[in-house]
């Protein structure tokens, strides 16, 4: 490898480390614990870390504020509190709008859909009614494959089945 390419991927290499690096350090905790010791976590510091030992703290991260008798119980370790993110509401808001309508364009399109669906259905009977009332002899395949004519009692049959579609499909 030539100086010019090695000098390029060592610098390629660090630029990436340390974006990498600066990237986990935004989302990280600090503070000192009781002995003064520096302390670093991805979660919240324990509920007894008063917020002036607290010196870093996640991107969007609030500081906490509590009534003077949680603090006290918060001091004492008592009661575990967890920081509250500032855009955690309007994003939640908005991802539930969101889901929402689209939910509702959902329940709309197959409602749409379930329409068109009668309208077919009720004009094909609509059809076959006039079809069946015109007196003209009308054929069907049985099961054998076989061409056969309709008698007055099929038609008759068939006459009320098609009835009974208009009268539920065309609304």
Known sequence: MTPVRLHTLILALGLGLAATGSAVAGNLWGWKDANGKPQYSDR????????????????????????????????????????????????????????ADAKEAERKAQEEKVAAQRADNCKRAQDYKRTLDSGRRISRTNDKGENEILDDKARADEDARTREVISRDCK
């Open 44 to 99: 919240s510091p324990p509920p007894g870390v008063p917020e002036s030992a607290i010196f870093q703290r996640p991107a969007g991260a609030r500081v906490r504020v509590l009534p003077a008798s949680a603090a006290s119980e918060a001091a004492s370790g008592a009661e575990a509190v967890k920081p509250v993110l500032k855009a955690s509401d309007p994003e939640l808001e908005a991802r539930k709008k969101k889901e």
